[in-house]
């Protein structure tokens, strides 16, 4: 008897936390349709004054050399100066639309691919100046990524190096710091990467 009280119980629990599963899920889900409702409803906001990325021309290493990967480098990232770049973070689509209106969404959905493409261009341009032995060139162009919110690991990485080199520790802590407020997937391993340059260069 005692073992048959004991599997009727076990039954009723199981049966308790399967509906309560449900009735979560279902609520998370009308949550969710009542907040998409809502942004689908949010009249159209005005843009202009978003903090839009300007590139730093005239702190970069333009013209430095004749190579054919440079060049196309630096005609990416003239190419990008003339469009609206902007970092969106880890902001959803219902996100935007409640903060800018749906009328936004395509426009913010292109500026946010315009900073992808820059920050992919800032990492491929930093490891092409290394290759070619333009160190200091390389740093400004990968200490510009960092400031304008790339999460690339390799930007991280490749900038954590340079400043190992040079034992420059103070710079080492602000990049662990930035590395810290990443929502990244490589966020530990980028962390751990910066931690292993602090110890070297101390």
């Not at 690991?153 to 810290?180: C, F, G, P, V």
């Not at 966020?187 to 910066?194: G, N, R």
Request: aromatic share 10%; proline share 2%; with cysteine.
């Amino acid at each position: 008897m005692i073992f048959l009280g004991l599997f009727i119980f076990f039954i009723f629990l199981v049966a308790y936390y399967r509906k309560k599963g449900i009735q979560d899920q279902e609520a998370v889900e009308t949550a969710f349709w009542n907040r998409e409702n809502e942004a689908n409803h949010t009249r159209r906001q005005d843009i202009s004054g978003l903090s839009y990325i300007t590139i730093p021309f005239e702190k970069f290493p333009m013209d430095i050399c004749d190579n054919p990967e440079i060049k196309e480098f630096e005609q990416t990232l003239t190419e990008l100066s003339s469009k609206k770049i902007l970092n969106l973070g880890s902001q959803t689509n219902t996100d935007l639309k409640l903060k800018y209106g749906p009328a936004n969404l395509e426009m913010l959905g292109e500026y946010d691919e315009n900073f992808s493409i820059l920050c992919r261009t800032l990492v491929s341009y930093a490891e092409c100046l290394l290759k070619l032995g333009y160190r200091k060139e390389a740093q400004i162009v990968l200490e510009f990524g960092i400031s304008c919110g790339s999460d690339h690991s390799r930007n991280y990485r490749m900038l954590a190096d340079l400043y190992q080199e040079q034992h420059q520790t103070k710079e080492l802590a602000s990049l662990l710091a930035k590395a810290n407020e990443l929502d990244s997937p490589m966020k530990q391993s980028i962390i751990s990467h910066i931690e292993e340059k602090m110890t070297a260069a101390s």
